[in-house]
């Protein structure tokens, strides 16, 4: 068990960070997806944010678990709300979203199961 934590930790940290280093440096990708959803470009720093905040929460569980778990939870509720965000605007693109929402739950799951709160 202890080896899956840890693997999907690092992917789900891995992830995260990837895409918080997208929408820092301001690459097209995030722009356009921001167009898509008619949302402010003034969003992208704080989603960036938002999302190394998670990366880092996640590989600092390692060390307090309670904290990797509170950032598995954000992330999982900052993916809902990219959800909601594509369903608002009629948006049935929900590949890239759906590789990083699996990818965080996968993690919160693994993390709880591995700390034994189930």
Do not use: C
């Not at 918080?20 to 992208?44: C, E, F, N």
């Not at 959800?83 to 605007?89: K, P, S």
């Not at 890239?96 to 739950?105: I, L, N, R």
Request: positive net charge; hydrophobic residues 60%; glycine residues 10%.
């Amino acid at each position: 068990m202890f080896v899956a934590y840890v693997t999907v930790t690092i992917v789900a940290s891995v992830f995260t960070a990837i895409a918080a280093v997208t929408y820092l440096i301001g690459h097209d990708y995030p722009r356009a997806q921001l167009d898509m959803k008619r949302l402010p470009h003034s969003w992208m720093p704080r989603l960036g944010t938002v999302l190394a905040a998670g990366s880092v929460g996640l590989l600092a569980g390692f060390a307090v678990p309670l904290l990797g778990t509170l950032a598995s939870v954000g992330l999982v509720l900052y993916f809902a709300g990219a959800l909601i965000a594509h369903l608002r605007v009629g948006s049935r693109n929900l590949v890239g979203w759906a590789v990083f929402a699996v990818t965080v739950v996968a993690e919160l799951a693994v993390s709880l199961a591995y700390h034994g709160v189930w």
